[in-house]
């Protein structure tokens, strides 16, 4: 089991409730898209998958190592293990360089010269952005940032994969070229989105997070055809959308 | 490191001085300045020796001199305020072309204008030949503080973010009718510039709870790179030893 998230409740310190009960497992490898409408907790319950949040009742296991606040080695190893691609690419990348914002996340790891230089190199080229490795953040495009976003992540080997809005901003060949780098990757995926039809792309199974609780879990193919479940969710598929079963 | 980062103080030229570590570049342009400062003002000879000396070091960097005046106008303010030491000064006054000056006060505008130029064309060279990330670097390794390198580093990666920011909401103030005129209209302006700052500091949190998701620990890691050799610290000495020999020698002399 890559994930498995049990009873885990949550309220910010301003009193408001995020999540109240949530469970869910992730199986190896696969991919889940995680839907639900603005507010839902869904960005909540992301930062508590690498023990960014954390205080709440409920447990969290990544990979059968369970998050331990209390603990900085585990913290560690949790967050090496959880690769957390946010939605701003801008927040993500803060180094002068390309390669050196690739570099910093294994650096924290321990790992120094030629070791890290292959590390880099290996997470540039699983994005298709070797080329840009000394280029300045600021004067690349917004789906070349995302894509680096997604390589300083890689660049520490995750087993779990976790994307904040991976399509949004990005112009229709950019989102499909993001999807075919991400269909290719060898880790389990966690896809928090907006976009019905990235999900059904992306994602044979989803979730359906609302008001803090796990409110449907299953085929994407089958959630996205329940039209009274999107519409008590706020979820709705784009005009003319139809999903097909694969 | 060629990151190519655009900023209108660097001059990117294929160079010997470009070529020099960051770090003995910093120290040979600090040490340059205080023999500058520590030599009296009426060696007016030496003066003349540093400004050989500078050009020397902007034709070895191949920094035009039109490139470097250009720039050098910063100092300006600083020097206006030098002109009108020569008519407020006391003690004994000379004449000029009809006017009364005092000698103390000319003393004192020459000395803040050789001072101050040189010590700004010492400081545009150093930053024509190196780049602000390579700056940066330079500290790092001269062991100063890392709070303050680790600032640098993200004034460097984000003042562009911010400024795009800025650019984007004043666009979007004048698209809506916004042309202040008159004083009391700027208020819309004074709140764009709160809401701005409210922007980076919530981006900074952001920033900060990806890079812990990153496993950041309140280090940044070393950058890996070979340091300054023997050789680039002999180098870059011969500016300060040659200034420091060129003082000693007027004020010997005088």
């Known amino acids: 089991m890559s994930l498995r998230v049990e009873g885990l409740t949550f309220a910010y310190p301003d009193g408001s409730t995020a999540l109240r009960g949530v469970d869910l497992s992730l199986s190896e490898g696969e991919r889940v898209a995680l839907l639900g409408p603005n507010g839902a907790g869904k960005t909540t319950l992301v930062l508590h998958l690498n023990g960014v949040l954390h205080g709440g009742a409920g447990t969290v296991e990544v990979g059968g190592l369970r998050v331990d606040a209390g603990d900085r080695a585990r913290l560690a190893e949790i967050r090496r293990r959880v690769g957390l691609v946010f939605q701003d690419p801008d927040d993500q990348l803060f180094m002068p360089t390309v390669a050196e914002d690739v570099a910093f996340g294994p650096a924290n790891l321990g790992l120094r010269g030629a070791e890290l230089d292959a590390r880099v190199d290996e997470a540039l080229a699983a994005v298709g952005m070797a080329a840009h490795r000394d280029q300045v953040p600021h004067h690349l495009s917004f789906g070349q940032r995302r894509r680096v976003a997604v390589a300083t992540v890689l660049a520490m080997r995750p087993e779990l994969l976790v994307l904040d809005e991976p399509s949004s901003n990005l112009d229709p060949a950019s989102r499909r070229e993001l999807a075919e780098i991400l269909e290719r990757l060898p880790v389990t995926l966690l896809m928090v989105t907006h976009d019905l039809p990235y999900a059904m792309q992306l994602c044979p199974r989803s979730v359906i997070l609302d008001d803090g609780q796990i409110v449907a879990d299953g085929k994407t193919a089958d959630i996205l055809a329940d039209e009274t479940l999107l519409h008590e969710h706020r979820l709705e598929l784009p005009f003319g959308f139809h999903p097909v079963r694969p | ?254």
């Open chain 2, 1 to 254: 490191m060629g990151a190519g980062h655009a900023h209108p103080l660097h001059l990117d030229r294929a160079s010997p001085v470009h070529r020099l570590a960051p770090e003995v570049k910093i120290v040979a342009t600090l040490l340059f300045t205080i023999v500058v400062v520590a030599t009296p003002r009426e060696e007016f000879a030496a003066f003349g020796g540093y400004a050989l000396l500078l050009a020397g070091v902007a034709t070895a960097a191949r920094v035009p001199v039109t490139w470097l005046a250009k720039r050098a106008t910063i100092e300006l303010p600083f020097v206006l305020l030098a002109v009108f030491l020569p008519f407020a000064g006391h003690g004994e006054r000379t004449e000029w072309l009809g006017l009364t000056l005092s000698v103390d006060g000319l003393h004192g505008a020459w000395n803040i204008f050789a001072k101050g130029t040189l010590g700004v064309v010492a400081s545009l060279l150093l930053a024509a030949s190196t780049t602000m990330r390579d700056l940066i670097v330079g500290l790092d390794r001269l062991r100063v503080p890392s709070v303050f390198t680790q600032i640098a580093t993200f004034m460097l990666r984000y003042l562009d973010i911010l400024a795009d920011d800025a650019r984007r909401m004043r666009i979007a103030r004048l698209s809506r009718g916004y042309d202040p005129r008159f004083l009391w209209q700027v208020k819309a302006f004074a709140v764009s510039v709160g809401a701005l700052f409210l922007r980076a500091y919530e981006r900074g949190e952001r920033v900060y709870l990806a890079m812990v998701s990153r496993g950041y620990q309140g280090r940044l890691p070393l950058a890996t790179q070979s340091t300054a050799t023997g050789t680039q610290w002999a180098q870059s000495a011969a500016l300060p030893v040659a200034a420091a020999a060129i003082g000693v020698t007027a004020a010997m002399f005088s």
